[in-house]
C-alpha cells in the first residue's frame, strides 16, 4: 500500500539516540533546551518565545487558561479543524462558535469570521489547512479592532510562512505538531510559541505541575531541597531528552524533506493539470510560503469517494482532512456552512510524504487517469 502520509526516520536519528543513551539522562534536559533554540531561531523568535511540550493537543487545551477565558466565553473556530480543536474549547465550557471556510483552500477568512462575532467573543482559534497561511492581515485586522485573542493551529507548518512571517508567529500563540504523521517527526511531541514571553513563562509552570522555582534557596543546605510550592493546578506535560533527541536530527533533514514534497506537489500540477474533473489545489497566495504539508484535489460531479475506492482497490491510501465539527454529533453545533460542506465532500488527499518513488507517483497518476477513462 501507498500510504498517504508517512515518517522518515534512518540513521541519523539513532546516532543521535546512541548518544543520549551514553549520557544516562533522559528526561527534559539538555537536548530540549538545544531544539526549543534552533527551532525559535528557524521561525525567527527567540527561545524565551517558546517551548516544547509533550503534544500538539496539549497547546489546544492549555491556551484558554493561560489567556484567561472564563466559562461562556465565545471562542470562534472554523469548523474544519482538527477534532481536538473542539474537544478543548468545549471541555473548558467555553462557547464554541463554528465558522465556515473557504470551499478551495479550506482556510477561515476574515468574512467567515465576522459573520459569527458577537459582543462576547474573546478569542479565534485559527487551522491553516495542510501549511497554506490564511489570509493573516485581514484577520489580524479584524482581532485587533475586537480585542480578540488569536491562536494559530499550524501543526503541520513547519515550513509554511505569510509575507515573511512564519505561521505560529503571527497571533498571540502558535503551536507545531511533532506526531508520528507530521513532517518532522519524533513520536510525540510539539512546540508552542507565544508573542509575549511572560505568557510563555505561565505555559511553563502550567505545564509542569505548576510548580514554583524558589530562586536563591536551591543549592542551600539549610533548605528542605524536597519541599515545594504552586502557583496552579497544572499538568505534566514536557518532552524529553529521547523525544528532543530524535527531533534534532529530524530538524536537519527539513531542507531535503521540504524539496521532496515540493517535488510531489509539482509532479501532481503537472500530471493532473489536464483532467477537467479535478481542481487542482489552489494556487499558493503571492508571498506565502507552504510546508506541502496535503496535496488536497477537488473531484468534481459527486465522484470524490468513487475514485477514493478505486485508488485504494489498487493498492494506493487517500483520505479526506478534516472532517467538519458541524457534522459531529458531540459537539450539538447548528450553522450552515457551504464552503465546509463542499469541501468536506469533494476534497481528496493524495498520498504526499519525503519517501515517496518516482515509481509510486507513475503509479497513483496512471490509476487516476485509468478512473478518468471510465467517468
Ligand atoms: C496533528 C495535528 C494536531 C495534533 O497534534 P498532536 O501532536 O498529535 O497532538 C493538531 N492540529 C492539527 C491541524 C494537526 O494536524
Given at each position: 500500500m501507498i500510504n498517504v502520509m508517512q515518517p522518515s526516520l534512518g540513521k541519523e536519528e539513532l546516532e543521535n539516540l546512541e548518544k543520549t543513551f551514553k549520557t544516562n539522562w533522559l528526561g527534559k534536559g539538555p537536548q530540549v533546551k538545544e531544539f526549543e533554540s534552533k527551532f525559535a531561531n528557524h521561525i525567527g523568535s527567540k527561545p524565551e518565545n517558546v517551548i516544547t511540550t509533550n503534544c500538539c493537543t496539549e497547546g489546544l487545551f492549555i491556551w484558554p487558561e493561560l489567556f484567561d477565558l472564563k466559562e461562556g466565553d465565545e471562542v470562534i473556530v472554523p469548523t474544519i479543524s482538527f477534532i481536538g480543536a473542539g474537544t478543548s474549547v468545549c471541555s473548558h465550557k467555553l462557547k464554541m462558535v463554528l465558522c465556515d471556510v473557504d470551499p478551495r483552500t479550506l482556510n477561515a477568512r476574515a468574512e467567515d469570521i465576522e459573520k459569527v462575532l458577537t459582543p462576547k467573543t474573546k478569542a479565534v482559534l485559527l487551522l491553516h489547512y495542510g501549511g497554506?497561511?490564511?489570509?493573516?492581515?485581514?484577520?489580524?485586522?479584524?482581532?485587533?479592532?475586537?480585542?480578540?485573542?488569536?491562536?494559530?493551529?499550524?501543526?503541520?507548518?513547519?515550513?509554511?510562512?505569510?509575507?515573511?512571517?512564519?505561521?505560529?508567529?503571527?497571533?498571540?500563540?502558535?503551536?507545531?505538531?511533532?506526531?508520528?504523521?507530521?513532517?518532522?517527526?519524533?513520536?510525540?511531541?510539539a512546540m508552542l510559541h507565544f508573542k509575549d514571553p511572560t505568557i510563555r513563562a505561565k505555559a511553563e509552570k502550567l505545564m509542569y505541575f505548576g510548580l514554583e522555582t524558589k530562586s536563591g534557596y536551591e543549592n542551600s543546605v539549610a533548605q528542605k531541597w524536597w519541599e515545594f510550592d504552586i502557583s496552579c493546578f497544572g499538568h505534566r506535560a514536557i518532552m524529553d531528552d529521547i523525544t528532543a533527541t530524535i527531533a534534532l536530527a529530524q530538524f536537519d533533514k527539513l531542507p531535503e524533506f521540504l524539496a521532496r514534497r515540493k517535488y510531489v506537489h509539482n509532479f501532481y500540477n503537472e500530471k493532473l493539470k489536464d483532467l477537467s474533473w479535478i481542481d487542482l489545489p489552489p494556487e499558493l497566495p503571492e508571498g506565502c510560503e507552504t510546508s506541502y504539508y496535503f496535496y488536497h484535489i477537488q473531484v468534481k460531479n459527486g465522484q470524490r469517494d468513487a475514485l477514493a475506492k478505486h485508488l485504494r482497490e489498487n493498492g494506493i491510501y487517500t483520505t479526506y482532512r478534516y472532517f467538519p465539527l458541524h457534522r459531529v454529533p458531540g459537539?450539538?453545533?447548528?450553522?450552515?456552512?457551504?464552503?465546509?460542506?463542499?469541501?468536506?465532500?469533494?476534497?481528496?488527499?493524495?498520498?504526499?510524504?519525503?519517501?515517496?518513488?518516482?515509481?509510486?507517483?507513475?503509479?497513483?497518476?496512471?490509476?487516476?487517469?485509468?478512473?478518468?477513462?471510465?467517468?
Amino acid at each position: 500500500m501507498i500510504n498517504v502520509m508517512q515518517p522518515s526516520l534512518g540513521k541519523e536519528e539513532l546516532e543521535n539516540l546512541e548518544k543520549t543513551f551514553k549520557t544516562n539522562w533522559l528526561g527534559k534536559g539538555p537536548q530540549v533546551k538545544e531544539f526549543e533554540s534552533k527551532f525559535a531561531n528557524h521561525i525567527g523568535s527567540k527561545p524565551e518565545n517558546v517551548i516544547t511540550t509533550n503534544c500538539c493537543t496539549e497547546g489546544l487545551f492549555i491556551w484558554p487558561e493561560l489567556f484567561d477565558l472564563k466559562e461562556g466565553d465565545e471562542v470562534i473556530v472554523p469548523t474544519i479543524s482538527f477534532i481536538g480543536a473542539g474537544t478543548s474549547v468545549c471541555s473548558h465550557k467555553l462557547k464554541m462558535v463554528l465558522c465556515d471556510v473557504d470551499p478551495r483552500t479550506l482556510n477561515a477568512r476574515a468574512e467567515d469570521i465576522e459573520k459569527v462575532l458577537t459582543p462576547k467573543t474573546k478569542a479565534v482559534l485559527l487551522l491553516h489547512y495542510g501549511g497554506i497561511p490564511c489570509d493573516m492581515d485581514p484577520i489580524m485586522e479584524l482581532a485587533n479592532k475586537h480585542r480578540l485573542v488569536v491562536i494559530e493551529d499550524s501543526a503541520p507548518g513547519i515550513w509554511s510562512k505569510y509575507k515573511g512571517k512564519h505561521l505560529g508567529t503571527i497571533g498571540d500563540m502558535g503551536m507545531w505538531s511533532f506526531d508520528a504523521m507530521k513532517i518532522l517527526v519524533c513520536g510525540a511531541g510539539a512546540m508552542l510559541h507565544f508573542k509575549d514571553p511572560t505568557i510563555r513563562a505561565k505555559a511553563e509552570k502550567l505545564m509542569y505541575f505548576g510548580l514554583e522555582t524558589k530562586s536563591g534557596y536551591e543549592n542551600s543546605v539549610a533548605q528542605k531541597w524536597w519541599e515545594f510550592d504552586i502557583s496552579c493546578f497544572g499538568h505534566r506535560a514536557i518532552m524529553d531528552d529521547i523525544t528532543a533527541t530524535i527531533a534534532l536530527a529530524q530538524f536537519d533533514k527539513l531542507p531535503e524533506f521540504l524539496a521532496r514534497r515540493k517535488y510531489v506537489h509539482n509532479f501532481y500540477n503537472e500530471k493532473l493539470k489536464d483532467l477537467s474533473w479535478i481542481d487542482l489545489p489552489p494556487e499558493l497566495p503571492e508571498g506565502c510560503e507552504t510546508s506541502y504539508y496535503f496535496y488536497h484535489i477537488q473531484v468534481k460531479n459527486g465522484q470524490r469517494d468513487a475514485l477514493a475506492k478505486h485508488l485504494r482497490e489498487n493498492g494506493i491510501y487517500t483520505t479526506y482532512r478534516y472532517f467538519p465539527l458541524h457534522r459531529v454529533p458531540g459537539f450539538n453545533a447548528n450553522g450552515v456552512f457551504p464552503g465546509a460542506d463542499y469541501a468536506a465532500d469533494n476534497t481528496l488527499c493524495l498520498p504526499l510524504h519525503q519517501s515517496l518513488s518516482d515509481e509510486d507517483l507513475n503509479l497513483i497518476v496512471q490509476k487516476i487517469y485509468e478512473f478518468g477513462n471510465k467517468l
